[in-house]
């Protein structure tokens, strides 16, 4: 069975919490990296696979896009992404992304925000986002890099005064399952290496245009525990055309 923590009321009321959640595309430290991948979105069709409250529907309805479809495997967020949504060109769809079924052709732009790395099969959904787009259609996402989900606890070593001494990166090459702390709560996420990413687009069929590791902004480094995201990849945003 597919997992949905998001539909838990103690995990999404953490999530909700988050700068992201509440701030919206400002509160995301790698919207500047990505927003600079964007194509121009006026008269384009736009699937976001995991759109989870919405932001990007409504940055592209808002920027021009003819029409966009949100999915989420969670109902709770897409209650909140419905109401922050005021434009008739967006829809929502309650699927596992896994489970979506497109005609051929069917959207100029497949986006998804930090999500492939909650599914198992990677190549399968990449081979799906091929037939959705058209010739010179464009597949923007971002995915936790791999130097984070590679040894699995996803947080740092610290010394016996709790000072941050590394991030440990373990087990690289095994790819897979594993089990992580996210928000407090044990969520499984999917490690694979970088290597895959990139060599499952272009075995697809897809040209790689761009591969970015997203810093966080100046604006945000005098955030708590910003400055210690200088110290190793977070998030990998990977732009791919058809």
């Given at each position: 069975m597919k997992e949905n923590k998001y539909d838990e009321p103690?995990?999404?009321?953490?999530?909700?919490?988050?700068?992201?959640?509440?701030?919206?595309?400002?509160?995301?430290g790698e919207w500047p990296a990505l927003k600079a991948l964007l194509p121009d979105l006026q008269g384009k069709r736009v699937l976001d696979?995991?759109?989870?409250?919405?932001?990007?529907?409504?940055y592209a309805a808002e920027h021009g896009a003819e029409f966009v479809l949100g999915?989420?495997?969670?109902?709770?967020?897409?209650?909140?992404?419905?109401?922050?949504?005021?434009?008739?060109?967006?829809r929502y769809c309650r699927t596992a992304m896994e489970d979506l079924t497109c005609e051929p052709k069917s959207f100029d732009l497949v986006l998804s925000s930090l999500a492939f790395h909650y599914i198992e099969d990677f190549e399968m959904m990449v081979k799906k986002i091929y037939s959705w787009l058209p010739i010179g259609g464009l597949f923007l996402f971002s995915a936790e890099h791999p130097v984070f989900t590679a040894q699995g606890a996803q947080d740092w070593v610290y010394n016996e005064k709790g000072e941050i001494l590394h991030f440990p990166v373990d087990n690289y090459y095994y790819e897979g399952k594993r089990s992580a702390v996210f928000l407090g709560e044990p969520v499984v996420k999917y490690h694979r290496t970088l290597t895959t990413y990139l060599e499952t687009l272009i075995r697809q069929g897809f040209q790689i245009r761009h591969v970015v590791e997203p810093q966080p902004p100046a604006e945000m480094l005098g955030l708590p525990g910003m400055k210690d995201e200088m110290r190793r990849p977070m998030m990998l945003i990977i732009s791919a055309q058809k």
């Open positions: 103690v995990f999404f009321e953490k999530y909700s919490q988050m700068g992201r959640s509440v701030q919206g595309l400002s509160g995301a696979l995991g759109c989870g409250y919405g932001w990007h529907c409504v999915t989420d495997i969670s109902e709770r967020m897409l209650q909140v992404a419905r109401q922050k949504t005021q434009s008739p060109a967006v």
